[in-house]
């Protein structure tokens, strides 16, 4: 079972993770939609598409951007649909 933690807090955690590029990709259903909030903030992989972000909160420490989804993939990316990666301000332990 693989976890992602942000300040002490478990926010999401499965036994489904791909991992891309060296990126475990978790369900986006095993994320915590508590601790999240969608931003405005948006970045373009030229094989993946656009990718979308949520900031994290946990006990009133923050984490902007610090996880990332395509809701498009483009094609060939089919792997990432309905995922979500993390950048290292959440621990991921597999």
Not at 9 to 19: C, L, N, P, T
Not at 87 to 94: G, M, S
Request: net charge negative.
């Amino acid at each position: 079972m693989a976890t992602a933690t942000f300040n002490g807090r478990v926010i999401a955690e499965s036994d489904d993770i791909v991992v891309v590029e060296g990126n475990p990709y978790f369900p986006l259903d095993s994320l915590d939609k508590g601790v999240v909030t969608t931003t405005e903030h948006t970045t373009h992989c030229p094989w993946k598409g656009d990718a979308a972000y949520y900031t994290i909160e946990v006990d009133g420490e923050v984490a902007e951007n610090a996880a990332w989804y395509y809701p498009i993939p483009k094609d060939g990316a089919e792997m990432v649909a309905d995922r979500v990666a993390f950048y290292p301000a959440v621990t991921v332990a597999q």
